[in-house]
């Protein structure tokens, strides 16, 4: 699924030169759930940045889904992105001045599909995030938990083969944060990888595999963790429906 | 407070130098064209003698073609005849009354050297200078008596002062026109009304005359308008220069009187019909009686002095003034909403909103005044600009240089576009919450 | 991208937008009329007068003279003026006339058809001597040019010879054939027969008389002076321009004279509307840039404002291309509907402004033409805002402000 081989991403500014990522080689396999943790500024979302195709690299190989990514160009990444990735931000990057259905319509408009398509996907996507009833509201109108289902939400219409989430309960408290890792877990359920950064190790417990990042350099912690408790999330889901 | 106000107000115009260059660009552009317009049109518009001229009326008689209307603007010949100048000239019920044409007449200095010239010639009654409020260097008007005994004498402006006889004092010196010689009897100061408002018949944007005689001269010297004469019969022909006058149909002379109250309007009113009726039973003016007293303003509105396109301009002129506001209006608002962190935490520290838009509006007149002083100067230079291209037409220098009005107009302008743009955006901002910034983006 | 969902985004911030189509509605109805008001001046300014007005020199011959009191010593003066000025080398033709085209004036009168009623014509009337056809350039279309006898015709007779305009013509005998006609001023015992027709003709007037014109073959001289229009040769303005001083001076000093070309007077008449064209191009540029400024500032805006945004958007999926699409769409949008509210405004201007300045009509050209050079403003002016959104980095998004 992803090949990276000895990868390597140099920030400079003015000032200094912040090896963000040193040396990194991995290799994921499809259907994995991963959790990505380490303290903070050790590179994570650096990591996640240049996994997703929004960040350039300096060194090293990459290999996403068989595809050599450092031949792509702007346009190319632009629809690998949005084909074969789906994102989960922290603070949900909603578009503020978009209600939810057309929120959850963005990256469908960019593959652009036919419109009838278009609205089943997003009629399954919120039905499955349990939003269906909220479609004509505006992000500034949803909880914090409401908006990053949304999210969720617009990354299932894509139907990605691979989900990254950077500390996605991070902004929210524990209850919304086990709703949302239920959501994930479903999701990764049915097939789709999922490379997710948290700060929890309880939500890290719930990945099959876990990767510690220190001062931009890989450690992996292979660990297999028992199935997460279907029933748990399923209540989240009909509560907030 | 306003002191405080006006220091953050500078602090952020210096702050965002790129913006507020371009807004105050903006403004000015916007006050300048719309002060030259309006400047433009104020001059062609404007009242030319303000403290009087709802005393001054212009006199005019329908003297016209029994069987047809006057082809004038107003239906009615613009001028009289002399014979009905003679009886008007006669009513002693106006305070002061002129008579007046214009002819274009050789002037032949006392220096042998000098080549004789052709100047036009303002041939009027003594009130000419009494009525328009005409200022004197040297000497004065001529008096009635000099008006009814025909006396050589004239009253000459700064410019022939130097021409003929080298500036100073020249009250009493002599110089010829035509055959005639002439006494100086006054030299006229600075005057240069911005309309020739007492004679409008043929461009209210001529030149002022240089030099004024006697109106009596008309006969002796056998004089002939340069001016416009507009007849509906054929000039007789029989008899002498004097006779033909007397009964001649031709219009061709100008007449002012001063009736200053409502019942010496009335009255002069009714002299004048009174006048035509007598007239109509000697077998003239058939026409039904359309005398008109009009002052100089409506006289000015009647004759539509102002150019159209003075006009047009100034309307179109306005309204380019709000299409600068309307983009000031969006400037100001992406101006002060990249504020909004800013006005968040001041918020948090107690700046009551109406302290959050005092503090807008004032910057956006400081900006407002700033772009108006920078517009006032574009708009002089836009006027040089067509004063020069109207030179022929205007003949005078410094015809549409600035005046104090003109500056008020410009920074009025400048106040109202700057209060109009700021208001909006001033009010959105001031409605920022005092958190709501401080938590997320 | 479709239009719908930028719609939508956009009802949910009004302010920005109404301003944006309003100042183009504004600078629409501005544009729109100006350029009416620019292109009547220019048909005015550019009409014909039918002569061959950039060879005319105008000569004004003021005389102070005591020999000029002498009737007999006038006559000869003016034939000598003539003869010399026709013998100017340069000159092709010259008549002593007192009609001066583009003056914005002259002089007219009444007259009734004989046997025609009481109807009244009015017309531009002047004095010419035969010359003054070949000297204007303007051709007789029917009968003949008025000539030496009719010149000297006995001043004190009844019937005169005259030529009238075409347009005179067709006025008066809208049906018949206007040739061997007569009418008369006021006076029905001096009657003029109509020997010629002669066109183009037109001299502004302040009445509505331009066209209407009757020439009379007399002379217009007297003790004050008399006046010529000449006619040089192609190129050889300036030449005669210098000479036509001294050959005068040399019959007679003891006058003064005053040349005009007939160019400089035209242009002088039409100065007032031509520094009306030039203060509305001046007014026309400016408002134009003033707008795409203003559009500039309000896009820049709102990408600053969006930057986050847009990066979710390029992390999502969306291209460059779709980024700078979403913009120029989002601001044709709002063009589209301050054009069409601009050709309303535009007209509700455009009648008001009849009532101010006379035939300045809005053609639907200028409107579908002012509508174009909108859109083309809008999108040019969105175009660089729109490129620099392009340029915000997908990973934006990931970044936690
Ligand atoms: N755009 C950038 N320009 C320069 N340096 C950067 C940039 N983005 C990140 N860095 C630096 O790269 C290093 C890694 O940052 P990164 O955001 O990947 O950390 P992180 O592990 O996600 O931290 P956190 O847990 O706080 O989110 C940090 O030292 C950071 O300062
Ligand atoms: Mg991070």
């Known amino acids: 699924m992803l090949k990276m081989k000895g990868v390597s991403k140099i920030y400079r500014t003015e000032l200094l030169e912040t090896q963000a990522l040193r040396n990194f080689s991995l290799h994921v396999k499809a259907g994995e759930f991963i959790a990505v943790m ?16 929004l960040d350039s690299f300096n060194e090293g190989t990459y290999e996403l889904d068989g595809v050599d990514v450092s031949r792509l160009n702007d346009n190319e990444m632009s629809r690998i992105r949005n084909e074969k990735i789906g994102f989960i931000f922290q603070s949900f990057n909603l578009i503020p001045d978009l209600d939810v259905a057309d929120n959850v319509d963005v990256p469908l408009r960019y593959r652009r599909l036919p419109a009838r398509d278009r609205k089943q996907r997003i009629e399954w996507a919120l039905e499955t995030v349990g939003l269906s009833g909220r479609r004509h509201h505006l992000p500034s109108q949803l909880s914090g938990g409401q908006q990053q289902r949304v999210a969720i939400a617009r990354v299932l219409a894509g139907d990605p083969c691979i989900i990254l989430a950077d500390e996605p309960t991070g902004n929210l408290d524990s209850a919304m944060s086990h709703e949302i890792m239920g959501l994930l877990e479903e999701v990764h359920e049915r097939g789709t990888t999922v490379i997710m950064v948290t700060h929890s190790t309880e939500c890290a417990a719930r990945a099959n595999r876990q990767l510690h990042i220190f001062d931009g350099r890989l450690v992996d912690v292979e660990r297999v963790v028992p199935m997460p408790l279907n029933q748990l999330s399923d209540a989240a889901v009909s509560q907030a429906g | 407070m306003l002191r405080y106000n006006v220091w953050l107000a500078w602090k952020s115009v210096r702050r965002t130098s790129k913006l507020s260059a371009l807004i105050i660009l903006g403004i000015a552009l916007g006050v300048g064209i719309s002060t030259a317009a309006i400047g433009l049109y104020r001059f062609f518009s404007g009242d030319p003698i303000p403290h009087k001229s709802d005393v001054l ?33 006669a009513s002693d019920i106006p305070s002061h009354r002129a008579a007046m044409f214009k002819s274009d007449l050789y002037i032949f200095p006392q220096e042998a050297d000098q080549r004789p010239f052709l100047e036009t010639v303002r041939v009027t009654s003594s009130d000419f200078f009494t009525l328009f409020d005409v200022p004197f260097a040297y000497g004065g008007p001529w008096n009635r008596q000099a008006d009814a005994q025909v006396e050589a004498v004239a009253v000459i402006d700064q410019e022939l002062n130097d021409r003929l006889f080298g500036g100073g ?31 409008m018949t043929q461009s209210p944007f001529m030149p002022l005359e240089h030099v004024f005689i006697p109106f009596s001269h008309l006969e002796p010297m056998e004089l002939r308008t340069s001016g416009n004469s507009d007849g509906w019969q054929s000039n007789p022909t029989e008899g002498t220069f004097g006779d033909q006058l007397q009964i001649s149909e031709t219009c061709f002379i100008q007449m002012w009187v001063q009736l200053d109250d409502k019942e010496t309007l009335a009255s002069f009113q009714s002299f004048v019909d009174a006048y035509t009726n007598e007239q109509r039973k000697l077998g003239r003016l058939e026409r039904p009686n359309d005398n008109r007293l009009t002052t100089v303003v409506d006289l000015m509105k009647e004759w539509e002095a102002v150019p159209e396109q003075a006009s047009a301009m100034a309307a179109l002129a306005i309204l380019f003034l709000v299409v600068c506001s309307l983009n000031l209006i969006g400037l100001f608002l992406g101006k002060f909403l990249a504020r909004a962190p800013i006005v968040g935490i001041r918020r948090a520290l107690g700046a009551s909103r109406r302290s959050i838009f005092i503090q807008h509006i004032v910057e956006s007149e400081l900006i407002g005044l700033l772009g108006g002083t920078l517009g006032l100067g574009l708009a002089a230079l836009q006027l040089r600009w067509m004063e020069s291209q109207l030179q022929r037409q205007v003949g005078i220098d410094g015809f549409f240089d600035l005046d104090g009005q003109i500056v008020l107009v410009a920074l009025m302008l400048s106040l109202i576009s700057g209060l109009v743009a700021g208001i909006y955006p001033a009010w959105r901002i001031c409605r920022i919450a005092p958190a709501q910034h401080l938590k997320m983006q | 991208m479709e239009i719908g969902p930028i719609w939508r985004a956009m009802k949910r911030r009004k302010a920005r937008f109404i301003l944006v189509a309003a100042e183009v509605a504004l600078t629409l109805a501005i544009v729109t009329n100006a350029v009416g008001l620019i292109l009547d001046a220019q048909q005015e300014m550019n009409r014909p007068s039918g002569f061959v007005d950039e060879h005319l020199i105008r000569v004004d011959i003021n005389n102070y003279g005591q020999a000029f009191e002498d009737e007999e010593y006038v006559r000869t003066v003016v034939d000598a003026d003539t003869e010399a000025l026709r013998n100017l080398p340069g000159v092709l033709a010259a008549s002593h006339t007192h009609f001066v085209p583009w003056r914005g004036g002259g002089s007219s009168g009444e007259l009734q058809i004989n046997g025609g009623g009481p109807k009244k014509y009015r017309t531009q009337t002047y004095s010419a001597d035969p010359g003054i056809f070949e000297t204007l350039g303007v051709e007789i279309l029917e009968g003949r040019a008025l000539d030496a006898t009719d010149f000297t015709a006995d001043p004190e007779g009844d019937q005169f010879n005259v030529a009238v305009s075409r347009d005179l013509a067709a006025l008066m005998f809208p049906e018949e054939d206007a040739l061997g006609k007569s009418f008369f001023f006021s006076d029905p015992e001096t009657s003029f027969v109509i020997v010629g027709i002669f066109g183009d003709f037109f001299n502004p007037y302040g009445w509505p008389i331009g066209e209407y014109a009757v020439f009379f073959p007399t002379r217009s001289a007297d003790s004050s002076g008399h006046r010529f229009l000449v006619r040089a040769e192609p190129g050889q303005l300036d030449e005669v321009f210098g000479s036509i001083e001294g050959a005068l001076t040399a019959i007679d000093s003891e006058r003064a004279f005053a040349l005009r070309t007939v160019t400089d007077i035209k242009t002088g008449y039409h100065s007032g509307s031509q520094v009306m064209v030039k203060n509305l191009n001046l007014l026309m540029i400016v408002l134009l840039v003033v707008t795409a400024l203003g559009i500039i500032g309000l896009t820049s805006f709102s990408v600053t404002e969006r930057r986050r945004q847009i990066g979710t958007r390029r992390a999502l999926g969306a291209t460059k291309a779709d980024i700078v699409r979403y913009f120029l769409i989002e601001n044709w949008l709002v063009t589209t509907f301050g054009v069409v509210v601009g050709i309303l405004l535009a007209a509700a201007l455009n009648s008001l402004l009849l009532t101010v300045v006379a035939g300045a009509t809005l053609a639907w050209e ?36």
Do not use: C
Not at chain 2, 79 to 87: C, E, F, I, M, P
Not at chain 3, 373 to 399: D, E, F, H, I, S
């Open chain 1, 38 to 53: 380490g303290p903070s500024g050790s590179g994570k979302s650096t990591f996640l940045n240049v996994t997703g195709l």
């Open chain 2, 57 to 89: 009326y212009s006199v005019r008689i329908d003297s016209w073609d029994p069987e047809a209307r006057a082809p004038h603007t107003g239906g009615i010949p613009t001028q009289l005849t002399y014979r009905d100048t003679q009886a008007m000239l």
């Open chain 2, 169 to 199: 004092d020249s009250v009493g010196k002599t110089f010829r026109i035509v055959q005639q010689e002439f006494r100086v009897i006054g030299v006229i100061d600075t005057w240069r009304p911005k309309v020739k408002y007492y004679d």
């Open chain 3, 366 to 401: 200028i409107l579908v033409g002012g509508v174009a050079l909108l859109w083309l403003l809008g999108l040019g002016a969105t175009l660089g805002p729109a490129l620099r959104a392009a340029r915000v980095p997908p990973a934006l998004a990931t970044q936690n402000v």
